[in-house]
T-cell receptor
Framework: KNQVEQSPQSLIILEGKNCTLQ??????????LRWYKQDTGRGPVSLTI?????NTKSNGRYTATLDADTKQSSLHITASQLSDSASYIC??????????FGTGTRLQVFP | EPEVTQTPSHQVTQMGQEVILRCVPI?????FYWYRQILGQKVEFLVS????????KSEIFDDQFSVERPDGSNFTLKIRSTKLEDSAMYFC???????????FGDGTRLSIL
């Protein structure tokens, strides 16, 4: 069964600190892996998209990694800001159309 | 930056009634999607739409649901004979290519009473 698992479920950090969120997936066939940020009450916003051949991709202070052999991905946030408080969702595409969402990691950044 | 817009932001409906959720995708996008998110749960794929027809649908998307692109700009999700368990946030998304970034609207919160 296609599944995407994320850890931790929630995370609290202080402003300026770094953090790393984890994603494990069992999706076949694999097309790409995406990280989304979802603010409360808003739709998900794309941060990164990685295909099978890519093992790292950055978008500003966000850096995603992908290990297609172990089927793991991580999202590293550098120098966190208060505005980083949100849910971060790992999403895997089995083909282009159908996205399989993880349950997300709820990140809270405190001053 | 172009956005996907959804209306209404909140819809309250009596059980058994029909609802139509509306979306205006980004204008040059070709692929359109509906997802739903039940409170406290993960986002679930409902249906994808390309070239004026459904390209894929999930098990959730049964005969109760239908989608339509009635003109060049709107993309609608119709839910007939609504049930209590249809209460959820419904997100519309669009993309310019199949593998490209999917841009989500801010959702319609559907509450069935």
């Amino acid at each position: 069964k296609n599944q995407v698992e994320q850890s931790p479920q929630s995370l609290i950090i202080l402003e300026g600190k770094n953090c790393t969120l984890q994603c494990n997936y069992t999706v076949s066939p694999f097309s790409n892996l995406r990280w989304y940020k979802q603010d409360t009450g808003r739709g998900p916003v794309s941060l990164t998209i990685m295909t099978f051949s890519e093992n790292t991709k950055s978008n500003g202070r966000y850096t995603a990694t992908l290990d297609a052999d172990t089927k793991q991905s991580s999202l590293h946030i550098t120098a966190s800001q208060l505005s980083d408080s949100a849910s971060y969702i790992c999403v895997v595409s089995a083909n282009g159309d159908k996205l399989i969402f993880g349950t997300g990691t709820r990140l809270q950044v405190f001053p | 930056e172009p956005e996907v817009t959804q209306t209404p932001s909140h819809q309250v409906t009596q059980m058994g009634q029909e609802v139509i959720l509306r979306c205006v995708p980004i204008s040059n996008h070709l692929y359109f999607y509906w997802y739903r998110q039940i409170l406290g749960q993960k986002v679930e794929f409902l249906v994808s739409f390309y070239n004026n027809e459904i390209s894929e649908k999930s098990e959730i998307f049964d005969d109760q649901f239908s989608v339509e692109r009635p003109d060049g700009s709107n993309f609608t999700l119709k839910i007939r004979s609504t049930k209590l368990e249809d209460s959820a946030m419904y997100f519309c998304a669009s993309s310019s290519t199949l593998q490209g970034a999917k841009h989500f609207g801010d959702g319609t919160r559907l509450s069935i009473l």
